[in-house]
């Protein structure tokens, strides 16, 4: 079956424009979770979404937020982007809860910020 | 805050040999871990995991140790081979959510 697909997987934005990222999971999967990923930092979770509900979020200001819709499908939102931002954004999807099994990750999508 | 650490940032081994890699956790209330493969380029790929009421377990050329007194888990590759050239981090639960390391990469010298 299709993995987790992740688009765009590259983009390149300035400061102060936001970007939105899409996640399609596997199918069946009912939760997504992100991540951002940094060399110095590894990765991180941002949040993870359940049967549209978000259910946990990491320790990251409120200009990144995301959604989950009725097909599982996600989407991130960074606004008022920042050079700090420019890193690889991971989902990834899970049949259940995130964090009592599996988690399926897709490519990432390779934000740069200038 | 809770934490996962890995104990060397690059870890090289000769083709052929045993590789261990270690990592290190501080909620003592985890119970389950994940080891991830990560190959450049790609999204980190499930190896194997380990819940906190066992203490091995084992995979194809893949073993995951868990100590849970000292708060430490190793995965071990057998016979290591050129395509296991990656890097690799382990996860724990944490309250809510998983906490990753921050990754061995493993160098495979021919």
């Known amino acids: 079956k299709a993995g987790v697909t992740q688009t765009p997987r590259y983009l390149i934005k300035t400061r102060g424009q936001q970007v939105t990222l899409s996640c399609s999971p596997i199918s069946g999967h009912r939760s997504v979770s992100w991540y951002q990923q940094t060399p110095g930092q590894g990765l991180q979770f941002l949040f993870e979404?359940?049967?549209?509900?978000?259910?946990n979020k990491g320790n990251f200001p409120g200009r990144f937020s995301g959604r989950q819709f009725s097909n599982s499908r996600s989407e991130m939102n960074v606004s008022t982007l920042e050079l700090g931002d420019s890193a690889l954004y991971l989902c990834?999807?899970?049949?259940?809860?995130?964090?009592?099994?599996?988690?399926?990750f897709g490519e990432g999508s390779r934000l740069t910020v200038l | 805050g809770e934490s996962v650490g890995l104990h060397l940032p690059t870890l090289s081994v000769q083709e052929g040999d045993n590789s261990i890699i270690n990592c290190a956790y501080s909620?003592?209330?985890?119970?389950?871990f994940i080891w991830y493969k990560q190959e450049s380029g790609k999204g980190p790929q499930f190896i194997i995991d380990i819940r906190s009421n066992m203490d091995k377990r084992q995979g194809q050329r893949v073993t995951v140790l868990l100590n849970k007194t000292v708060k430490h888990l190793s995965l071990q590759i057998a016979a290591t081979q050129p395509g296991d050239s990656a890097v690799y981090f382990c996860?724990?639960?944490?309250?809510?959510?998983?906490?990753f390391g921050t990754g061995t990469r493993l160098k495979v010298l021919a």
């Open positions: 909620n003592s209330a985890s119970d389950y």
């Open positions: 979404y359940f049967s549209e509900t978000q259910r």
């Open positions: 990834a999807s899970s049949l259940g809860h995130f964090n009592t099994g599996e988690l399926f």
């Open positions: 996860s724990s639960s944490g309250t809510y959510k998983y906490i």
